[in-house]
């Protein structure tokens, strides 16, 4: 059933909007500061098992003879699983692109270090550890695929042989007149850049416990699992079960980021539950098999960028050539992350013709993931640094060479050349008040006193767009087609008047929870704490997606406020019965169905919804008596793919302009980062608190990305990066305080004009840095052009250049 | 095969003001004592090797990491974790300011900067930037971006000392009530 969604806050039936838009407290908070909260490592179920997992030591090896023997009869161990069963009771994953899947645990040969090789489930998780130490593998090495330029040498090791070749995809897409554009040009400016691999590393990692009923051949799968919809259908294709055989239910989680994957997780324990006669499997992810082989590595690239500019520093062209290390398998839809770029593949600026030059290989390091952002940081990072470039042989401001090239603001909707459409924007009034807040000409005559003294000090001016509410079709490119992703919730009264929302997602820490609260506490004239939130499996929810490509705020609130209609609707015909009028007469406002020539005649909405539940029978027959309704939201408009990527795709264009003032120790190749400034503009912001915080955790992990984040390979593509005392997480230390203004330019096209802002700064902050570092060294005549910009790689870079 | 002995050893620890004893293997952490014996899930694991600090609890009112503390070597001494700091449903004045400056998104991490907080605090009740950053330093967030957490326990140190108290104090003299002789024996 249709339902009427309003498009702002004036539209809902209330005389004074009371929670949509406040920092309204978190209904999740009191359950997580005291411990309370179901995180999967909490749950104990009768029976239960504990998994293990033997990992493989060699980045490529054929497996000549597994001996699994001794574990089998240690006491205590209940079932051992190798590729064997596998390979005889599944399905390799589906992946994107299409064919380079393996089984959950490796088959006759493994293509990375730490790919799964043997399973254990025993009574606990140390007796399995225990267990994995009586089994012998023993391996005959291959040649090995260390990185992206060995995995497209002739003589390449194959990763899958029956592919022929190492090359997962390779396409150029051209949209408008890129060679023309170019021929004329004033001025080409070109580099290469380096983004090294980094991940999510939620402060959880994925765990799940898992049973396979032999009865009734029913799959319980409880996790924390980011989309437990599309989680729980690529288990059905995996393990070949009908799709309503599979319940996935999904736990709160601590954070995900996109990279909780887990998928190969849920199938170990599913055959071990199988083997062990249905007991329920449990498998907590350590850390170390998280740093080793999980879900947190994205984004490894090598990039080749080119500017056709006009003297006055109008950007007439974009080329974009990526060589994009995708790892042993695609088996976690890394490529995603390579696609998503088309969603905003020329950022803020109005450059109609542009190329995207893409190869994706495999090599044996562990396959890709998504992250947070999914693929634009690196992308914008690029584009931004050479916008730089651009303005310095231009003698430009870099405030001025990116004004001159902003799509305007009255020019929205917008089409960019690579097909999506931003649906609304100022980005000169986010320029113009960043630059303000920060006293940008003071702080530029602060940087040149310091350079003229000999210091390297600079500031990074970048814009992005952060593409919000995701589509499908925005990965049409790496083989994921189809349009439309649904959301729904359930509205229900209960006798006593109080809202209950069902929904099938869990809390990942955004906040959903509460703003479903505030939606349905507005519309009804309540309070958020007379709403309940019931989480549902994914056999009883509504249809959902959940979290992801930072669509949930939007589409729950669409689902929510559509529900909340026609719920309203229904109300209404009841009220009308019994205020002996008709329905088109009575209208929501308040909270009471009230007549609308006579607003004295009125009942309150839960009057209503108890005479729907208590006396039915003195309803016409033709009246649902359920005080509920269900909608699902889909983003509106989304248009198939055409054959070169383009399509109306991610909803929302939020943007955001950041201002980074670094300072970088030339003895020891440490970057300091000495102010931070932001404005940015997601449209309406329904819970300005949370909208804020994703914006910290944003910056948080883009200063990580930028200055600490790396997973190491050495030439055998053994990892090298093996601990948090390797892998380096931004700490209190390293993150900024910063200085921030909203604007706010509603979106003509999502309820209640917001736009997706979930993955926020991290699409900037990355590019900010990265170009106040370059600012700084640019009187040394050098350019930083690999991320992360440790301290190792910019001392080098001083040192081995001067003269 | 199949017969591996595995010793047990008796571990005796005071947990939230309740004596608990149990016969463990002595390779058992601390964290999985409290998480899997006590069933105490509030303490989390983020990394089991030291560095995040979300398993931080209070051993005789002393941050440690418990994912790398052996159970047995809490014998005798009293350990604290998150469970202990509401008070019948009313949150510890650290939790309700992690609530209110949103000091939280996943909540994770919290039960370990609460508790690495609370330390703190006890002992410096109006603690330097520094201090607090000494002390921050150690927990990992990978949600918030700290600045809500600064604020949070900023907030709580203002909130104790105008109550006059310190975090361990305000347990303490809840677990004192709780422990006092329950009935009408009250006796006025
Ligand atoms: S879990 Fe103990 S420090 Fe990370
Ligand atoms: S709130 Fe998620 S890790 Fe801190």
Redesign the interface.
Known sequence: MSSRIPNSLEELPVSEIRWIGK?V??L???S??????E?I??VVLPGMLHCAILRSTYAHARIVSIDSS?AE???GVYAVITGRDAARLTNPATTAPEGWGAYCLAHEKTRFVGEPMVAVAATSR?LAE?ALELIIVEYEELPVVANAQAALAADAALLFEEHGSNVMLQRKFTWGEVDSAFDQADLVVSDDYRWNRLGA?????FGCVVDWNPADDMLTCRGSFQSQSYMGLARSLVLGLPSNQVRMISH????S?GGKGGFRGVDICALLSKAASGRPVKWIE???EYLLAGAGQSWDREYTLQLALKKDGTVTGLRVKLLDDMGGTAEAFGAVSAAKPLAAFTGCYAIQAAEYDLTLVATNKVPQSPYRGMGPPPHNWVLEQTMDKAARELGLDPAEIRRRNYIPADAFPYTIASGNEYDSGNYEAALDALLDMADYQKLCAERDSAQAEGRLLGLGLVNTIEPGVFDWNAYAIVGLESTGVPEGITVAIDVMGRITARLGFS?????QYTLVAQVLADYFAVTPADVSIVYQDSLSAPPHFGPGGSRLGVAITGAALGAAHLLERKLARVAAVLLQCGPDDVELMDGFLRVRAMPEAKMHFAEVAGAMLARSDLLPEDIDPQPQATYVWTAPGRTPADEQGRAKSYLTAANACHLVKVEVDPDTGTVDILGYWLVDDCGTRLNP??V??Q???????GVGAALLEEYVYDESAQPLTS???DYL?P???E?P??EKKALTTPSPFTPLGAKGCGEGAMHTTPAAIMCAINDALSPLGLSAREVPASPRRLWKLLHENAD | MGERKISRVTVEVTVNGRRQSAELEPRVTLADFLRVELGLTGTHLGCEHGVCGACTVLLDGRAVRSCIMLAVQATGHEVTTIEALANEGELHPLQQAFVDKHGLQCGFCTPGFIMAAAELLERDPDPSEQALLETLGGQVCRCTGYEAIIESVRDAAEKLRQRGVGPLGLLAAALEKKAAPSGNGGGE
């Open positions: 920092g407290e978190r999740e908070d009191p997580l500061v005291t411990g309370r909260t995180f490592d909490n001794a009869e240690m006491e140390y225990d590393n939620p402060m959880e990692t709160p989680h601590g954070g980021f350590d850390r170390l809390l990942e820490g955004q906040g608190v949370t804020e915080g914006t910290m955790g944003g910056i948080a992990q601990s948090f005392m997480l700490s209190v230390y993150v305080r910063v």
